[in-house]
């Protein structure tokens, strides 16, 4: 008879569901979802100084803006673009270890003349701390942007 080991088995359970539900996310009256109040989240819309993060700037036009971030997360690892439409986009994350799911949206806000900004925000699906994570590939996509 074969044994198996308890904490295998828990492991296995446990990885088996981090991939988690897809969130209703999107933009609702030019804001995104806010952040949950766990640490796993940024966003350049938050209140919270724990999850704010810097919204991306840029010059050109939107489109050329879109393209460009498109570009950059297309050269990403581990990427799906679930939605992509004029003024947002969708992206999901997948970790390369043990396959954890980050949702990502990009919002570029409609009527932009002076400051042009992309609005981000960067939440893990399941979890109570990433360790920083989304806060480090967002300030990656930017450094490449």
């Known amino acids: 008879m074969i044994k198996i080991n308890p904490i295998f088995m828990v492991s296995l359970l446990f ?3 981090c991939s988690g539900a897809k969130p209703e996310l999107g933009i609702n009256n030019g804001k995104l979802v806010p952040c949950p109040e766990t640490p796993n989240c940024v966003s350049s819309q938050a209140g919270a100084e724990e999850h704010y993060i810097k919204p991306i700037t840029f010059t050109g036009t939107q489109q050329e803006a879109k393209t460009r971030l498109l570009n950059i997360i297309q050269s990403e690892k ?3 673009i679930l939605i992509s ?3 947002y986009i969708r992206v999901e994350f997948t970790s390369a270890l ?3 799911v980050d949702d990502v949206e990009f919002y570029f806000p409609e009527n932009q003349v002076d400051d042009k900004v992309i609005h981000i925000r960067s939440s893990s699906r399941v979890g109570y701390s990433d360790l920083g994570i989304n ?3 967002i300030e990656k996509i930017r450094s490449k942007f």
Request: hydrophobic fraction near 25%.
């Open 15 to 17: 990885l088996a569901g």
């Open 78 to 80: 581990r990427t799906k």
């Open 85 to 87: 439409r004029d003024n």
């Open 98 to 100: 043990f396959g954890f």
């Open 135 to 137: 806060r480090k590939r």
